[in-house]
């Protein structure tokens, strides 16, 4: 490593210190551009689409360890597949809160504040990043806010950002192939004839 | 003769100009060119080659966000449409009122087989009463036609594009004559469930009928059937009913099917048509008027060439308008011609549409089984209570059908979204327990209802507004009736019934009527506009579509229905064009035409 190229490695690696959490009063994301356009009316059906091509990613790379720390709290690895962010989950995330669609810019709304307050809430309770929290720290978070209807007022509005984004974390795991196979979903492939369900199903459910 | 230019049509003649390709055009079509007519058809939209652009196997995971709905896309990233939706850029429509319940939403789609392309290729036969419906109770038009008029019909719409379903002898839900039919789909465990509860209430449970091959067609027998006495259409039609494959069981019929096993105008009626030579196509044509001889019969149209904007004029011994109810409304109107009735865009009608879903324990953590069968649809629910409603019992006229479905088919977005309503709110081990838990125990109701024409919906032109083609648009009416209402409300109550009675929790409480029905135009059933009679006065065609006025100029889409019985329209739609066809035929043959 010549002396250029280990001042720049070294000043990537203090920057990349200085931003392991995202801070209250940072962005969480870029601005998604006023004039940002959809794929269109007639896109390409058959081309392979990647998140960040129809539009540009937004979320900041801070913002990103928090998504996936709080994808990987709601879908964490199990026995039966592997957690949230291992998948392209923080991707799609990425992409759906940058979309310049009218839906998916009213989740941006609550999405983005409720990453900044997960980490305000975070430092507040245990003086760490959200990512960098234990489990069960983590844990404690979540507890107050994953029900909405239970919910103690003030973390009624976190607790709309919970539901939101544990929809769209769950959604975007179980249309992956691991998230499809761990959900039970044996389709999509061509059969000769459909013979319905097994004789074990109709028994389960009081049909046979 | 094939896919050719604006410039080529320009230099050629035709026995026949049919504008639009979808269910009307493309049957319309087909049985002209098949019969020996040299037929130019104009379709608004882009050329659609469903072979190499139909999204077959791919996951939602391959889709921008998961493939969701956005208003590019309204049906979801891989449906079909192309430059379709209830708001097509550059080419709006208004709505007379600002009240969303009087206001009209109109689905429109830019492409070769127009909306055949997506649709849920549900094929029912309107029954007896349908044809009948005013004298039965007293509401809305008599057909200029029966049943028995349109049954051949249905018949040979049916074999062409092949429809499974199965002959149950029951009240007003015809049944096909034999041989017509292909196999039901077995049902899914949800249906069966569905069955056994629903009965304790009086309710059937029949198999669906849907123009998607459970197995490949007869082409030995069939094409003798549908082309007698033509050895030609016979061999054409034989040769390309083994270019078609039965389903996969797998993929959902709305992104279209490259591999021919459901039915869309673009896989099924256009590629015979186009192989007996007698079939021109020109895209991206907009029509915009039906120009007039000057012994008052029609001479041609004028339209739009959508990419160069230059304006184009084909001439035929006849018009056939096959836009789509409205916007063959929208030429009429525009052209000015067929409308000394005044009843041209009176008495448009959607389906009442009203629905809700819920979850049932019995399904939840059933074995692993594959559920994708022939998309949704295996069974349903027809109308029941026709004795019921005579005798005045419900309060409202005319029936609707549950059109229902549930099971494990492939995880899109929603699949595991607002769980909180049945666990609580989970996260981490627990949710993903849940989440194979739930995963296939929800079933849906949506009721499919007949409106009945009223006065208060109609189109007209709209004084100011045009489309980008400088085309006057249309500015809608609407407003739904008493029987519409009272319909949409139970249909909630009986879904709610039958989801209890089968041991689940509904998703939401109850709602009125009012809230419960759809707005007009959200079913995209949209017929009327242009209604066949007996009467020159009181209607713009006979019962072949052939205008009072203009006796070359006809309509073979959805503008002339009377009435639009529960039973989904496409059919029907493509039944009518093709006994309209016939006519057209026979009059051209003795050169009345």
């Given amino acids: ?208 | 003769m094939a896919h050719i230019s604006s410039t080529q049509a320009d230099q050629n003649t035709y026995d026949v100009i049919v504008v639009g390709s979808g269910a009307a055009g493309g049957q319309t079509a087909y049985t002209l060119a098949m019969e020996g007519a040299r037929v130019l058809m104009l379709e608004a939209g882009r050329r659609y080659e469903p072979a190499a652009e139909t999204p077959m196997m791919q996951t939602n995971d391959q889709a921008p966000l998961r493939g969701v709905s956005t208003p590019d896309k309204p049906f979801g990233f891989w449906d079909a449409t192309v430059d379709g939706g209830w708001n097509v850029p550059g080419e709006p429509y208004t709505s007379a009122s600002d009240d969303p319940a009087r206001q009209f939403q109109w689905w429109r789609a830019r492409m070769l087989g127009g909306r055949t392309n997506h649709w849920g290729r549900i094929s029912l036969r309107n029954g007896p009463y349908d044809f009948k419906p005013h004298s039965r109770d007293g509401l809305g038009f008599d057909w200029p036609m029966s049943y028995e008029d349109l049954a051949p019909y249905y018949d040979k719409v049916e074999m062409l594009i092949g429809v499974y379903g199965s002959n149950e002898g029951m009240e007003n839900t015809p049944d096909s004559s034999a041989g017509v039919l292909l196999p039901a789909p077995k049902p899914r465990v949800s249906d069966l469930l569905v069955q056994q509860r629903a009965r304790k209430l009086g309710i059937p449970v029949i198999p669906m009928h849907r123009a998607v091959m459970t197995k490949r067609l007869d082409h030995q027998r069939l094409p003798g059937l549908l082309h007698p006495g033509n050895a030609k259409a016979q061999a054409i039609l034989a040769a390309d009913m083994q270019k078609r494959n039965a389903c996969i069981f797998a993929t959902p019929c709305g992104r279209g099917c490259s591999i021919r096993a459901n039915y869309q105008s673009t896989t099924v009626h256009l590629p015979p048509a186009l192989d007996t030579g007698n079939l021109d196509i020109v895209t991206d044509a907009m029509v915009r008027t039906v120009t007039r001889r000057k012994d008052g019969r029609a001479e041609g149209v004028v339209y739009i060439d959508r990419k160069s904007g230059a304006e184009h004029r084909v001439k035929a011994r006849i018009v056939v308008l096959a836009a789509s109810a409205l916007e063959s409304v929208r030429i009429l109107l525009n052209s000015g011609v067929a409308n000394s009735s005044g009843k041209v865009g009176k008495y448009i009608m959607d389906t009442v549409g009203a629905g809700i879903g819920g979850q049932v324990p019995l399904l939840e953590s059933l074995p692993l089984h594959n559920e994708d069968g022939v998309d949704f649809g295996h069974m349903y629910v027809p109308w029941w209570l026709y004795k019921e409603q005579l005798a005045g019992k419900l309060g409202f006229a005319r029936g609707y059908h549950f059109e229902f479905g549930g099971g494990r088919m492939m995880p899109n977005l929603g699949t595991t979204s607002g769980l909180e309503w049945l666990n609580g709110g989970t996260y981490g081990r627990k949710f993903k327990e849940d989440a194979r838990r739930y995963y296939g125990s929800f079933v849906y109701f949506s009721g499919r209802g007949e409106m009945i024409p009223n006065e208060d919906c109609y189109a007209e032109l709209d004084p100011a507004v045009k489309d980008k083609f400088g085309i006057p648009v249309l500015r809608f009416h609407w407003k739904w009736s008493p029987h519409e209402i009272g319909q949409a409300a139970h249909v909630e109550k009986t879904a709610i019934d039958i989801i209890e009675a089968m041991g689940g929790r509904y998703s939401r409480p109850p709602q009125s009527g009012e809230k419960a029905i759809k707005q007009g135009g959200v079913i995209i059933h949209e017929v009327g506009g242009a209604m066949m009679g007996s009467d020159p006065k009181k209607s713009v065609t006979n019962s072949y579509g052939q205008c009072w006025d203009m006796k070359n100029l006809f309509i073979t889409d959805g503008a002339t229905l009377c009435s639009n019985a529960d039973k989904n329209p496409t059919l029907t739609i493509m039944a009518l064009a093709w006994r309209a066809s016939d006519h057209m035929l026979s009059l051209m043959k003795r050169k009345e035409l």
């Fill in chain 1, 1 to 208: 490593m010549d002396r250029r190229t280990s001042i720049k490695w070294m000043m990537s690696a203090a920057a990349a210190m200085q931003s392991l959490q995202l801070q209250a009063g940072e962005a969480a994301a870029r601005d998604v551009a006023p004039n940002q356009s959809g794929y269109g009316t007639d896109p390409d059906l058959v081309k392979e689409w990647k998140a960040g091509g129809p539009w540009p990613l937004t979320l900041t790379d801070n913002a990103r360890l928090t998504t996936a720390a709080l994808c990987d709290l709601i879908i964490p690895a199990d026995e039966h597949s592997p957690a949230a962010s291992k998948v392209g989950v923080v991707d799609f995330i990425d992409e759906w809160i940058s979309a310049p669609y009218p839906q998916q810019r009213g989740d941006r709304e609550v999405i983005l504040p409720g990453l900044l307050w997960i980490e305000a809430e975070a430092q507040k309770r245990f003086g760490r990043a959200f990512p960098a929290l234990s489990g069960a720290q983590q844990g404690a978070i979540a507890d107050d806010i994953c029900s909405a209807a239970k919910a103690k007022p003030e973390f009624s509005t976190a607790a709309r950002f919970f539901a939101r984004f544990r929809d769209l974390t769950a959604g975007g795991f179980y249309t992956t192939p691991v998230g499809m196979k761990d959900i039970g979903y044996t389709g999509n492939v061509p059969l000769d004839r459909f013979d319905g369900p097994p004789l074990e199903v109709l028994k389960r459910a009081g049909l046979a």
